[in-house]
């Protein structure tokens, strides 16, 4: 049975990119947005335009994961018209460029290990670590990791998190994070202006918040499930950290596509540079990656994970707000802060 450097290594005919093919996506992605969002706008019913509308955020989605994998340089690596494609998609979809790197690049290297900083990554204390806080921390914390907080992701991963509290942290470093916060006020504005709220809520709301609401809860889910595990930093193992502390969502054909297999994601972790598109012929080829933690877009799965919200080390599993013992006197009260 692979394991360790030598499951990576079986994984490395699979981080090859068929760069024909990588165009191939990237583009028809963009072209098909294109027509959505044109769909939007001068469609005759209301109905159409609405369709049309979620089809575009299932499309933002799609490109945002082709953006994803060209950061982690799997895919259009030295291409000067791919560069511009995916500044321009960056500051569009509120992550730029370097926000998303820096952030992201911290998570993989950091993913599902305890005390450190959630840098790229939803924070994750443990039954110890959350008594010790304060009642403003708790709330806090528990705010971050509460489901409308994930639903509206839009506002609180990407406008303020990845954009306002970026900038504000480092304006020199992320000056692209206003570019974004700009453009898209400017966007939003002319629209009204021009358009009027509908069309605004249909071309720039909807699209955006479907996206990102699904995005960020993929993101969340790929790495609070349950049967996830998290370790100290001596005991952090990268392999380890990727087959048992990153989830395989299990999706239909359809949602696949529009998710850039991103459901694979112990696979993605396992290595980078493997294209989103070669994902599958890594799972299939190798049985050592076919055996990851499972959850799904079902409803009784998407409540399991949002009901995890610390890590027991005695029971080595994440339990949700009931599980933590009575004997820390603040029980009630933060059942009433979860929600």
């Known amino acids: 049975m692979l394991e360790g450097k030598q499951l990576i290594l079986a994984t490395k005919p699979y981080a090859q990119e068929k760069r024909a093919l990588s165009w191939r996506h990237t583009i028809s992605t963009l072209v098909l947005l294109i ?13 159409l335009r609405i369709a049309f509308s979620l089809l575009s955020g299932l499309l933002i989605m799609r490109m945002f994961i082709i953006y994803h994998d060209y950061l982690h340089h799997s895919i259009l690596k030295n291409s000067k018209i791919a560069e511009a494609i995916m500044t321009v998609f960056g500051l569009y979809i509120l992550a730029p460029k370097s926000i998303w790197k820096r952030s992201h690049d911290y998570h993989h290297q950091h993913n599902s290990k305890l005390y450190s900083a959630s840098i790229g990554s939803y924070p994750v204390a443990t039954v110890k670590g959350f008594a010790a806080m304060s009642r403003g921390e708790r709330r806090m914390y528990l705010f971050t990791r509460h489901p409308l907080t994930i639903l509206f992701g839009y506002l609180f991963m990407f406008i ?72 100290t930093k001596e005991e952090w193992c990268y392999d380890k950290a990727a087959l048992l502390s990153s989830s395989h969502m299990v999706m239909g054909p359809v949602m696949r596509w529009f998710a850039g297999n991103i459901g694979m994601h112990h696979i993605h972790h396992l290595n980078a540079r493997i294209p989103f598109y070669r994902l599958p012929e890594a799972m ?27 890590w027991d080390p005695e029971q080595q599993m994440m339990v949700g707000v009931k599980g933590i013992p009575r004997a820390a006197s603040f029980q009630g009260k933060v059942q009433t802060a979860a929600g």
């Open 284 to 310: 299939a080829n190798i049985p050592e990656l076919q055996h990851a933690g499972t959850t799904s877009l079902h409803p009784r799965d998407i409540r399991a994970c949002l009901k995890l919200k610390v």
């Open 160 to 231: 303020i998190g990845m954009c306002a509290n970026s900038f504000i942290a480092s304006p020199r470093r992320h000056y692209d994070a206003l570019i974004a916060l700009f453009l898209h006020a400017a966007a939003s504005a002319i629209v009204i202006i021009f358009a009027g709220v509908t069309a605004w809520a249909l071309l720039v709301l909807a699209p955006i918040f479907i996206a990102t609401c699904i995005g960020t809860y993929l993101f969340y889910a790929q790495h609070n499930f349950p049967g996830v595990v998290f370790n």
């Open 35 to 47: 027509a959505s969002l044109t769909a939007t706008m001068v469609m005759p019913y209301l109905a």
